[in-house]
């Protein structure tokens, strides 16, 4: 496997099981009031990627450290197959509990191709005692954060509580059976992050947790913070800090508990720590749509450009152009004359098109400054984490034309962006030789810059480049 180490292949594999459950699940998906998603929730692992990944390094390091060597977790909300994965794979007896069949069967998926064999129990863990009966040597967890993420339209799903105060009262119950399932002198762990009532006020869902375990008999013993990816957040941040004086938030509190006398730690918890795996987490798994690739195209050469498409694909039909310009880049394209707003280079006063189209062509070409939503631009992860080409490519003049080159061969500097050139040889080989979908491997920069730049694009409500991308079907 490319990049090898279990913390990497699980969290891709996660990464598949997750975007599945949720086009199982999207029907019964909605975005809720509260204001925090207005704000780009928050720092929450799930809106930044577009999938809730569960980090598979922190749950290593909670397991090493906050359990006894091959102890038995608890886990009241379970979500995805994270958690479960990794305490197998380290030798941990884990059970989870979560009210999503889809979710545990894809979770039981997950832990079949990797060969791990957590136990997972679909049910409402108001019921944990009875469902998940036995004494524990570790609690972790990711509760719903309120109404952030709604996962179903099950009344018994906590995410779907009436308020506030109907969802604390819940989970505050659901708290103190697992902590009456823990054994004495042990821990609890739970990610958790706070959320914005609807005038923007925090729920104080990070000390109201603290309070449920406190009532529970578990005492706040550590906290730690996540810190997430900050990925398109300082674009998003904007209007919200501006409209609201809302800072923008990228971290989650990890809330380490204890149930019993601290002075027994020494006792019971093993004095040295195991070194951790070789983690690899470079690199992210992604399908590759072989019939999307085939798709033809005239391919990009000068003559072509010059003499018949002219490179509208760096136009909207509408007029304008969107290019993303990510974060990382915006120094560089300012300090060549571009102005950018919002995440979006903005279009020549005169001309109305790129300000480095020159001649309809790139003057930033074949220069380590193209912006790499330019260079990547035919391709995009749709939500079930496949490489499509772009719904609007297949609107161009170069569309079934000309010389009537299959994508990957017309495209195939993107491709060698996106998958780096061995990878991409490798996959063309692949697509040569007439394969059908193909697993490939990109750097995890890479699997973020495509991600963060369509959120950058869903942020222009002008755009018409990006409508229904993500609902391709390959
Ligand atoms: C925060 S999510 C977990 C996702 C998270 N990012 C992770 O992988 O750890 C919380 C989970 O709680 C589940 N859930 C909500 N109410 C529940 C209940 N009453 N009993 C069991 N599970 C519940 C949801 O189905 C969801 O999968
Ligand atoms: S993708 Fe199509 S429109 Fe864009 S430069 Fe190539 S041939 Fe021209
Ligand atoms: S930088 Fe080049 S590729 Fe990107 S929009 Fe401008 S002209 Fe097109």
Redesign the pocket.
Known sequence: MVGGGLANNMANKEQTASYKSQSRQSALMKTGDSSAKDFGTEGN??EQTGT?I?DPVLCELVYRWFNVNGGSILD?????S??GVVASYLGYAYTG????QA?IEANREQAEAIGVNPTWIVG???NIKELAQGEYDLIFS???YYDL?V??DDP????TASDYEAFISGYSQIISDAVSMLKDNRFACFVVGDIRDKKGFYHNFVSDTIKAFQDAGALLYNEAILVTSVGSLPVRAGRPFVSGRKLGKTHQNILIFYKGDPDKIKEIFPAEIEAGLDIDTDRVEIKISAKMARLSFAGCSLDYIKNVCHARCCEKSTGGIIVTIHPNEQDVIEGLGGVVKDGLLQPDNSTNKCPFKLDNLCSLHNTNDKPFGCIASPFTLNKNGTLIVRNRYRLLKCYDDGDKIPAYKAFRASLDLILGAEEAERVCQLLDDGEGDITAYITRDNYNMLIENDEIKHQDTNSEMIANEGNTTT
């Open positions: 692992i799930s809730s569960f009241p909300f379970a979500g995805g994270v958690r509990i979560d009210l999503s979710q409402d863990s108001k990711c509760p719903p993420e996962y179903s018994n799903d906590l995410s």
